[in-house]
């Protein structure tokens, strides 16, 4: 009997919090905070649904999620003390809460951890040693993403093209959003995995990262993140390069002269002013309309590699949250 999605879920946090765990109270916060605060764990569950699919064993798919997790919460506390970012899930971002310093320290610590957690299964025989290379090839992609993100907004980068934004996009979120789960799932059962996996899996993780750039606009409460939070970050999604294209020059120019000031010195009117530009634009629509072709091509680059697995109840639900990637729900 294949777990549900919330036995799974359940199962990770507990795992995550026990791992987290530590005798001095303060430090201990620190390092549970986010991992506390929730989410959906699709990626873990993705790893978990992928490696039973696959034919692994459960507690091999339940550590590579929970070291996948790990990866996730450390890089959240990095990304938001490198974007000045006000919320996570929903409540003040870690750095906001603590001075900055221990917020970085806390994230290298969880950093730490997914490397130690990642060991262990290697020396008790749950993992080869390809998972170990796929976790490395994890950070040093989504580390090139991060640096081209920043990179963009630190030097005021504005010629920038929607194959820009789906470049960085591939590395900095899509390869450990969709393509790793699937890559661990095949390596946990001694298996290679096929190169579907990558195609399909970045442009579904594209066709993700498009529609949280989207919520960051359109979202409520329950999106757990600042509305416009991008636009005071600077963020070069792909509905602001699109509408920069399309835009008239004093449109355009009084955009950019927005977007280059620091997040502290941007007035208020103005981020609402672009705001509800970018909502009134065809930007919008047409960013819809690229994620969802850019779904459909990846699941036809997937299903041939995914209908002969062997753990079919599994690959229900694996598929069922591959599509929630784009769709948001779970």
């Keep these: 009997m294949v777990p549900t999605p919330e036995a799974i879920r359940q199962a990770l946090q507990e795992r995550l919090l026990a791992r987290l765990d530590h005798p001095d109270p303060l430090y201990r916060d ?40 790990l990866f996730q919460n450390w890089v959240l506390i990095h990304d938001d003390i490198e974007d000045g970012s006000e919320e996570r899930r929903g ?37 080869p040693p390809e998972v170990l290379l796929e976790f490395h090839e994890v950070v040093r992609r989504t580390a090139y993403g991060q640096h081209l993100d920043l990179l963009w907004t630190l030097s005021g980068t504005f010629d920038l093209r929607p194959e820009d ?18 890559r661990l799932g095949a390596l946990l059962a001694g298996k290679t995995p096929p190169a579907a996996y990558e195609e399909g899996g970045l442009k579904l993780g594209m066709a993700f990262q498009i529609v949280d750039d989207i919520l960051n606009l359109e979202g409520d409460e329950a999106y757990g993140k600042e509305r416009a939070g991008d636009l005071y970050e600077g963020k070069r999604t792909l509905i602001l390069l699109r509408f920069l294209e399309e835009a008239p020059p004093e449109e355009r120019a009084r955009a950019e002269r927005l977007l280059r000031l620091p997040r502290e010195e941007k007035p208020a009117e103005e981020v609402r002013w672009l705001w509800e530009r970018l909502l009134a634009s065809q930007a919008l629509s047409w960013s819809k309309a690229t994620a969802r072709r850019l779904k459909e091509e990846a699941f036809q680059a997937l299903r041939p590699a995914l209908e002969d697995l ?21």
């Design 91 to 127: 409540r003040p971002a870690l750095h906001r809460l603590h001075p900055m310093p221990l917020a970085l320290n806390a994230g290298d610590a969880l950093h730490a951890e997914m490397w130690g957690l990642l060991a262990e299964g290697l020396a008790r025989g749950l993992f």
């Design 310 to 330: 062997p753990g079919k109840e599994a690959l229900g639900h694996l598929q069922g949250l591959l599509t929630a990637l784009v769709e948001r729900r779970a």
């Design 165 to 182: 934004y789906f470049r960085m996009v591939a590395h900095k979120a899509a390869y450990y959003t969709a393509v790793a789960p699937l």
């Design 30 to 69: 620190l390092l549970q905070d986010y991992p506390r605060r929730g989410g959906k764990m699709l990626r873990g569950l993705l790893t978990v649904y992928s490696a039973l699919a696959h034919g692994a064993p459960l507690e091999a798919g339940l550590e590579a999620a929970t070291a996948l997790e």
